[in-house]
């Protein structure tokens, strides 16, 4: 995928392409309302004496990401509480802030985003120049992309550590992915309007967190030496191999009988046998494929008819194989029961 570097720009002309929530003067309770529909209901303060504010705010829908485009025009006091079922990136572009994520605060400035996560008590104080840039990512989508890499979540679900360096590795992948989605949307918006390319891009948004920024899952998504336990849906696959082994074409027919995604039952495999579900599949059917073989009548059995009884459909392919697992031609099996 192509990497933008242009920064993130400080000017609202940068994100014209975004939906308009608000623009221009309006009071205080209107902007509490619209923002607290878009991203989450909370307690806004003003500082100081403005009886309405000149405030910018735009949305953009990618998948189950929400990115946001925010300006008071004020400055102000934000207490929305505990998150619910999404974490949230808020990256100043210009200006200052100050998050309180539980017991911990982030200055929040060009170079330093917050991420806070669920179930954490949040407070903010902005100023009256901030801009930032706000990215909402919905909680299960998260889990389940982490669930890609991991068979099972910590206890305590996934929590980030609050500062995100935007200059560090995990800051410079972050603001390369969200560049790239805020480009796409001006410049080829009705590709980012695809679903399955907005996923993609949504996925590189969360990877980026998830493999780059501390977390309560980052023991684990860097240990290459833990026991994990075989998920459910890697058994369920395996017994729908066993029992269709001569007809399965590919790995989207298994991932889809067992409800998860082609990547996801990929990485599970490779976790538990060391191998893809189509090598692991293969396997079962030179298995199957060397059983018979020892056991037929050379004078009147057909190679080539063996091989696609149970799902060999090259026979070049087969042979090549059968070789390699088991050191010896499929024939040479077969004759051996001569002797």
């Known amino acids: 995928m192509t990497t933008y570097t242009r920064p993130i720009d400080e000017t609202p002309h940068a994100f014209l392409h975004f939906d308009v929530e608000i623009e221009g003067k309006a009071e205080p309770e209107l902007i509490i309302d619209r923002i607290g529909r878009s991203i989450k209901p909370h307690k806004m303060s003003l500082v100081g004496t403005p009886q309405r504010l000149e405030t910018t705010f735009r949305?953009?829908?990618?998948?189950?990401?929400?990115?946001?485009?925010?300006?008071?025009?004020?400055?102000?006091e934000?207490?929305?509480?505990?998150?619910?079922?999404?974490?949230?990136?808020?990256?100043?572009?210009?200006?200052?802030?100050?998050?309180?994520?539980?017991?911990?605060?982030?200055?929040?400035?060009r170079d330093v985003a917050a991420i806070i996560s669920p179930k954490e008590a949040t407070q903010m104080r902005f100023s009256s120049e901030l801009k930032q840039v706000i990215v909402r990512i919905d909680q299960k989508a998260l889990e389940k992309a982490c669930l890609e890499h991991l068979d099972l979540l910590p206890n305590r679900g996934i929590r980030f550590e609050p500062l995100l360096d935007l200059t560090g590795p995990a800051g410079r992948a972050w603001r390369s992915a969200l560049s790239h989605v805020l480009e796409g949307s001006e410049n080829f918006p009705d590709l980012l309007s695809r679903p399955a390319y907005a996923e993609r891009c949504e996925r590189l948004l969360m990877d980026s967190l998830l493999l780059a920024q501390p977390s309560s899952c980052t023991e684990y998504?860097?240990?290459?030496?833990?026991?994990?336990?075989?998920?459910?849906?890697?058994?369920?696959?395996?017994?729908?191999?066993?029992?269709?082994?001569?007809?399965?074409?590919s790995v989207e027919e298994i991932a889809s009988y067992v409800g998860v995604s082609p990547r996801a039952l990929f990485y599970a495999f490779r976790r538990t046998h060391d191998q893809s579900p189509m090598a692991y599949l293969r396997e079962l059917r030179l298995?199957?494929?060397?059983?018979?073989?020892?056991?037929?009548?050379?004078?009147?059995?057909?190679?080539?008819?063996?091989?696609?009884?149970?799902?060999?459909?090259?026979?070049?392919?087969?042979?090549?194989?059968?070789?390699?697992?088991?050191?010896?031609?499929?024939?040479?099996?077969?004759?051996?029961?001569?002797?």
């Not at 829908?61 to 925010?70: G, N, S, V």
């Not at 073989?293 to 008819?305: E, I, V």
């Open 221 to 249: 998504l860097n240990s290459s030496s833990r026991q994990l336990v075989r998920p459910a849906y890697v058994r369920r696959a395996e017994e729908f191999m066993r029992d269709r082994l001569a007809d399965i074409a």
């Open 78 to 109: 934000v207490d929305p509480g505990e998150l619910g079922d999404f974490t949230l990136v808020q990256m100043p572009v210009y200006g200052a802030a100050w998050y309180t994520c539980g017991k911990q605060e982030v200055v929040g400035s």
């Open 287 to 339: 298995k199957a494929v060397h059983a018979e073989l020892r056991s037929s009548n050379p004078a009147t059995t057909r190679l080539t008819d063996v091989a696609m009884q149970w799902g060999f459909a090259h026979y070049g392919h087969f042979t090549s194989h059968y070789r390699r697992r088991f050191g010896v031609r499929p024939q040479d099996t077969l004759n051996a029961c001569r002797s």
């Open 59 to 76: 949305s953009l829908k990618l998948a189950h990401l929400q990115i946001f485009y925010l300006r008071y025009g004020a400055a102000v």
